[in-house]
Every structure is written in C-alpha cells, then in structure tokens.
C-alpha cells in the first residue's frame, strides 16, 4: 500500500496512506496529539495514580508505527525522573526511508533527539534495550492478536489505525487482550471515541471514561481495569 509523508497542522510530519485515506497521526497536529492522549491523559494520569509508590512504569504500545509516542515517552520519563519499560507492538514497521523523512527529532529535542530517534529505529526486534537509564525498549513484531501478556503493563497506548478502516482491531477479542495485558488498576488511553469501541471495552470489564480530545477531535476515551 502506497504511503506518504505529509505535514500536520502543527508543522510536524505523519505517514498518510491514500487508499485509506488514514493517517498514521492526526492530521490536525501530530505532537500535538500524542502530547494530549498519550502523555497528559495516560503518563501523567498513571504517574498520579502511582504517587508515593515506586516511580517505575510499563507501558504497552500497540501500533508502534513512526515511533513518535515512543520517543515523546522517553523524554518525558527523564523529566518526571521515572523508568520506563517500554513495548511497541508493530506488524508492519516503517522503512528507514520513511523514519529519515520525519520530523519528530526537531519538534521534540533539537539537541539529542535526532540519535535518540535513529536508536530507536535501529534496535533490534524482540529484545529489550536500555535506551537510557531512565527507558528501556522491546519492540515486538506481531500482530494484535498474537498479544497474550498477563498481569503485565501499568498502561497501554492503544493507537491502531482508526476502526474505520481496520475494524477488526478495535473488537471485543482484542479488548479481552488488552484487559488481561493491564495489572490491577491499569490504564488504556486511545484517541478515538466510538460508541462501539466503547461497548467492546465496557463488555470486557474495563470501566471507561470521555475526555476532551486532542486538537480536531471533541472526545477520547480512558479505560481503566478496575476489578481482576
């Protein structure tokens, strides 16, 4: 399937797929809404859940893709000055073509972030990495499907193409993945907001809250594993 680099509003760039017309970020602004739905509504959120405990986190990302929200992790972990261990799940990764084309490293830390970026492009598939001291990164090829983690990560990035074109990923069997992937009190943030992705959550057992969404979106949704 043919892709392309395009701009987003907020000048950094995203990967655009025209047979789907999909984007692999909003198109309405890239860091802009990693920063919103992935950093403030979940990192954040766990890091204020986990207050007066151990400042160490999990996190599962599924749909690793541009490596964008990964990169936006890393960073912020040295800020928050908590260790993150980090895994992306991706079947499709993108070609080193492709990540030389995006303007992530720029947009986030001019001085270290086009190494950082490279690094994590460049590492292995299927071995945890100490990227820094403070994160750590394994990135997993594999489909959705094949996740069978339990009892495991703090928080999932759930950041799959849009349930209008894959569908098949935001379904109940995926969800009932997700649900066993989280420890106890875990968190899913996604960027969409769909009346039947939030039934497939609820159905699993994870009690769901709207946000306000990030820039061209009015909501998104936090799931929380609130029973065992």
Not at 131 to 152: G, I, M, P, Y
């Amino acid at each position: 399937m043919k892709r392309e680099i395009i701009i987003t509003a907020d000048g950094s760039s995203t990967i655009h797929l025209p047979e789907w017309n999909e984007h692999y970020h909003s198109k309405h602004g890239a860091i802009q809404e990693a920063a919103h739905v992935f950093i403030q509504s979940g990192l954040h959120h766990c890091c204020q859940l986990k207050s007066g405990r151990n400042g160490h986190l999990a996190i599962l990302e599924m749909g690793f893709g541009t490596g964008l929200n990964a990169l936006m992790t890393l960073f912020e972990a040295e800020k928050l000055n908590i260790t993150v261990d980090y895994v992306g799940v991706e079947a499709y990764p993108v070609t080193p073509d492709e990540v030389f084309q995006l303007n992530y490293a720029d947009r986030t830390d001019p001085s270290s972030g086009a190494a950082v970026f490279k690094t994590l492009h460049e590492l292995s598939w299927e071995h945890a990495h100490e990227v820094t001291s403070h994160f750590s990164l394994t990135k997993r090829r594999q489909f959705f499907n094949a996740v069978a983690d339990e009892n495991t990560f703090d928080l999932i990035y759930f950041d799959a193409f849009g349930p209008r074109v894959q569908p098949e990923l935001w379904t109940v069997p995926v969800f009932e993945r997700m649900f066993k992937a989280l420890k106890y009190q875990g968190v899913l943030v996604t960027y969409s907001a769909k009346g039947s992705v939030r039934r497939a959550m609820q159905q699993v057992g994870f009690l769901v809250e709207k946000l306000p969404g990030p820039p061209g979106k009015r909501e998104m949704l936090r799931a929380s594993k609130t029973k065992v």
